[in-house]
């Protein structure tokens, strides 16, 4: 057991390294986001930005299910081929996984657009034009998330995360400057265009390096498709994904129904900052997550949960630390929006607060989705979403914005801690930061 220990806290200590790395690229990612969104805010205008915002939404969301879980999968199924060395099946997931992502979002980016074009009315006469626009960009953007999922399950994490949070960030706001140099308009259309055009290059980046990597491992044993087994599997960890990715988005797209766009764009700009404590709980899940899987693959329980202990103070202090930060430093990056922004401050501090309460129960999550309960995280995650959706209806007529805020962090604090009872209960792990 001593022994065992160690070698967890080892691989803890190991990771924390390549995660402040990771850290670091989410940070200037999230730096150039932040300088993009205020580009475009202070271009567009609070109406078109918040169209923008909107559909940015949309296209993220539907991007990340267009994967249907295989992206999470790759970091479950990736180490556990690896550790016991069987190729065929592992050469198999990759070519499995990249086709399907990418026609499962050119097929539903196709119905999309064909729903717009073909029905006037479904949506606003603004939002027609960045909406098809947008369904180019969707399958790319499946695509490029798959290729996340395998970069992160073989380890590569800063090859992970680097193209599509660091360099896509920064060729849209390079593109977007061009763009209206060039006389074009300041629209949400053009915006999404230049999203299209930093989505490309990036992925096209991304997937070479990806692919140089792979080939040059590349082993003898003829490809294997068990892919029933891949499906079953991942199709709980895409409710998963979606519902996660809801928790983020849930609460812009119904003010996107309930709103002015410029109240949503004022709402999304604190979001853009809360993207800065986000990226806490994600760097560490890109450390850990394919850590835990290899664990439990080798059959080192005592390894586990050293890593679950270690990660799980470590991840609650980097959150609360740069909770604090971004909400002290609110009310001056807000104003880089626009003297309206400003009034987002409670907001922030609201979301804030709620991802801090969430980061006190641990990495439950990629434990259940790791190690085998992917279907009960899945229940519970898509029940909270639900949750997140009627709390927000309800809040939001009397409190506006303010409702939405409240409504998203009591969620994300409940969502953790309801994970964490049920990884106790399925995998006998105590997952909180100071649980014994």
């Not at 801090?356 to 990495?363: D, I, N, R, Y």
């Amino acid at each position: 057991m001593a022994a065992g220990m160690s070698l967890g806290e080892a691989e803890a200590a190991g990771g924390a390294g390549t995660a402040l790395a990771v850290f670091g690229v989410r940070i200037a990612a999230a730096a150039c986001a932040f300088v993009a969104q205020v580009l475009m805010a202070r271009l567009m205008g609070g109406e078109e930005y918040g169209i923008f915002a909107t559909v940015w939404v949309w296209t993220a969301l539907l991007g990340h299910a267009s994967t249907w879980g295989l992206s999470q999968a790759a970091c479950r199924f990736l180490p556990t081929y690896r550790a016991q060395g069987a190729a065929g099946p592992a050469r198999g997931f990759l070519a499995f996984g990249a086709v399907f992502s990418l026609a499962a979002g050119a097929v539903l980016a196709g119905l999309g657009a064909a729903l717009v074009w073909l029905v006037p009315g479904l949506v606003g006469p603004a939002y027609a034009a960045p909406l098809l626009v947008a369904a180019l960009v969707l399958p790319l953007f499946a695509l490029q998330d798959f290729c996340e999922g395998v970069a992160r399950g073989r380890h590569w994490t800063l090859l992970a995360v680097a193209p599509p949070y660091l360099l896509r960030q920064s060729l849209i706001m390079a593109a977007m400057l061009a763009a209206v140099a060039l006389g074009a308009p300041a629209e949400a259309a053009v915006a999404v265009a230049c999203t299209l055009a930093a989505t490309a290059l990036s992925l096209a980046l991304q997937a070479g390096l990806l692919l140089r990597r792979l080939r040059s491992e590349r082993h003898p044993d003829r490809a294997l498709y068990p892919w029933r087994d891949w499906l079953r599997a991942a199709l709980p960890m895409a409710l998963i994904d979606l519902a996660g990715s809801g928790f983020n988005f849930v609460d812009v797209l119904i003010l996107g129904f309930l709103l002015p766009p410029a109240e949503v764009g004022a709402y999304f700009a604190a979001t853009r900052l809360l993207q800065f404590v986000v990226f806490v709980q994600y760097a560490a899940s890109s450390v850990t997550a394919q850590r835990f899987a290899e664990a439990q693959a080798q059959g080192d329980r005592a390894g586990l949960e050293a890593l679950v202990r270690r990660w799980s103070r470590l991840t609650l202090a980097a959150t609360l630390a740069t909770g604090l930060a971004v909400v002290a430093a609110g009310p001056l990056l807000l104003g880089l929006f626009g003297p309206d922004f400003r009034a987002a401050l409670p907001l922030l501090a609201l979301l804030v607060a709620g991802h801090g309460l969430a980061a006190v129960f641990g990495p439950a999550e990629d434990l259940l989705t790791m190690l085998g309960a992917e279907r009960a995280c899945a229940a519970v995650t898509v029940a909270l979403l639900a949750a997140a959706v009627i709390l927000t209806l309800a809040l939001v007529p009397v409190l506006g914005l303010t409702g939405a805020a409240l409504a998203a962090g009591l969620v994300t604090a409940g969502r953790g801690a309801a994970l964490a009872l049920l990884a106790r209960r399925r995998l006998g792990l105590l997952t909180p930061a100071f649980a014994r």
